[in-house]
């Protein structure tokens, strides 16, 4: 055989096995999925899809919009109505207890908004058997809460920019009143959202998307009745109430983040006032949000083992 013949049949040789070192690889990147950061991206922009295309975030945007303009409608009512003889500080103050009223009422609707757009995320693929399609994958099943609950913390973060933010500018824009600690209080209550989300979350990868909703808003309603004990016993020296409410903002502390915010923005009034749902006598410390905040990631973190470890 010639020389040529030779280093032609090496050539096919090598690039034989250079094929099958290509295809073999090629295989190999498929068995092992898309990796962790793209799973995770990709089940964010999914999340947003699916919210889309079920018209969630239309009817939500629909609803802060309308929520919003109530709002201005009647502020604008308010002002009219004042006489020419109330000071502009009076003027302030009553338009700070308006915006108290609906910043409160704000903070309900966007805590619902947290409970119900994800109370079937997990438990709702699971049932109708969807979850196969993806969970099944070569991917990492914490992948896919993470990216499901980035997904979710973007709407939330819109909507509460939307609803409180939007609340803030309609008291600036009508009646020139600057919301005090403004930044401040759009965290806490962001914040008070994602706390939500997470046990929803968690609720989720165990339950059935209505019984998450319901465990979800039955602790949001056991933090706002401990908030008004704590605040009570608080009030009347009762150690034995403030210890309870204290005991209801460990098991959920979203109520407690309200109070931090009310504490924030409450003009002086509404604050000498006492007791209400729009101000507080008792204060949540600093170490009561740093507790929420890892409150939010824990319930994440539970959540993403409990669905890792679940059989589907």
């Known amino acids: 055989m010639s020389d040529h013949a030779i ?3 090496e050539v096919r040789s090598a690039e034989g096995a250079l094929g099958d070192a290509s295809e073999r690889g090629s295989l190999a990147a498929i068995a092992r999925g898309p990796g962790a950061v793209r799973t995770v991206v990709l089940m964010a922009q999914v999340t947003f899809v699916e919210a889309a295309r079920r018209k969630l975030l239309w009817i939500a945007a629909i609803a802060g919009a309308a ?8 502020l604008h009512s308010v002002l009219q109505s004042m006489s020419s003889r109330v000071t502009p500080v009076n003027r302030l103050e009553g338009v700070g207890m308006m915006t108290m009223m609906v910043l409160y009422a704000g903070s309900m ?3 619902l908004m947290a409970a119900l757009i994800s109370c079937d995320t997990i438990s709702g693929e699971i049932a109708s058997g969807t979850i196969h399609a993806v969970a099944t994958k070569p991917v990492n099943r914490w992948c896919l809460v993470l990216g499901k609950w980035i997904g979710f913390a973007g709407m939330l973060t819109m909507y509460v920019l939307f609803i409180e933010g939007g609340t803030m500018a309609v008291a600036w824009m009508e009646a020139g009143r600057i919301t005090p600690h403004a930044a401040a209080a759009l965290g806490l209550l962001w914040l008070q959202t994602i706390v939500l989300l997470g ?3 968690l609720s989720s990868t165990r339950l059935s998307a209505l019984t998450s ?3 979800t808003l039955g602790l949001y309603g056991l933090a706002f009745v401990g908030g008004w004990i704590e605040q009570f016993g608080s009030l009347r020296h009762v150690r034995a109430c403030v210890d309870l409410g204290i005991l209801a903002s460990l098991v959920m502390p979203t109520d407690a983040l309200w109070r ?3 504490f924030k923005v409450q003009p002086p009034i509404l604050g ?3 007791v209400s749902p729009f101000s507080s006598a008792a204060v949540p410390s600093t ?3 740093i507790y929420a905040g890892a409150y939010a990631v824990l319930a994440l973190v539970m959540a993403s083992i409990v669905f890792e470890r679940r059989d589907l």
């Open 287 to 289: 170490a009561m949000v």
């Open 272 to 274: 000498a006032a006492g």
């Open 199 to 201: 046990v929803t979350m």
């Open 260 to 262: 931090r915010v009310a």
């Open 213 to 215: 909703g319901a465990c």
């Open 7 to 9: 280093q032609s049949a």
């Open 109 to 111: 609707l966007t805590s």
């Open 67 to 74: 929520f919003l303009a109530l709002f201005w409608a009647a």
